[in-house]
């Protein structure tokens, strides 16, 4: 097989940024996530910007993909991959990619499927935040912020810088050649 990093969907410019993992807590935002409109039928990962921390982040972060329900994130991930404390504190900030260890291969072209990232904690002074557009820049998607007293909260005229991988586009298969000599 061979694989590609082709991008499907994306929004590439970063000039503000969103809070995620703050307290569960009415106008928190505990969780925050990005539509896009599916353009392949395969997804192997994302790409996010990382900015500064607030504070001393001690938790996991947590990115899965999500269908749509109702125009919200399902809350049945379809992929995810968790990034630990330590492999997140050392990223540098900037884009950074996550890649699932499969592919999901059933997305349904022109279907809103949702990027949901979260964290193991809850806490409005120590927590990531991520790369946004403060102008939007996507027109096949939107942000939303969860938290348990509001639910999924849309934020007008943002989009998170992403970036959707493809999957293997393609397949290649090899067969064995025999060569047979012959001596005279």
């Known amino acids: 097989n061979t694989t590609s990093a082709g991008t499907d969907q994306s929004q590439t410019t970063q000039n503000s940024d969103i809070e995620t993992g703050e307290a569960n807590a009415t106008t928190k935002r505990n969780k925050v996530a990005q539509s896009f409109t ?3 039928t395969k997804v192997r990962g994302f790409a996010l910007w ?9 938790g996991t972060v947590t990115v899965s993909l999500q269908s749509d329900t109702t ?8 992929l995810t991959k968790t990034i630990t404390n330590a ?10 990619d996550v890649i699932f260890s499969s592919e999901y291969s059933s997305l349904v072209l022109g279907t809103t499927y949702w990027i949901v990232i979260e964290t ?6 120590n927590h990531p935040n991520i790369g946004t557009n ?3 820049g996507y027109s096949g998607g939107s942000v939303k912020t969860w938290n348990t007293t509001d639910g999924w909260t849309a934020v007008a005229a943002i989009d998170l810088y992403f970036k959707t991988y493809e ?4 397949q290649v298969s090899m ?10």
């Open 134 to 136: 403060s102008a939007g």
């Open 167 to 170: 999957g293997v586009v393609s």
């Open 120 to 125: 193991s904690t809850s806490d409005t002074s």
């Open 38 to 40: 599916a353009g392949k």
């Open 87 to 96: 492999e997140y504190n050392a990223l540098s900030v900037g884009a950074f």
């Open 71 to 78: 125009g919200s994130p399902s809350g049945a991930a379809l």
């Open 50 to 58: 990382k900015t500064a921390n607030t504070g001393t982040f001690t």
């Open 175 to 184: 067969s064995k050649v025999i060569k047979k000599v012959i001596t005279e």
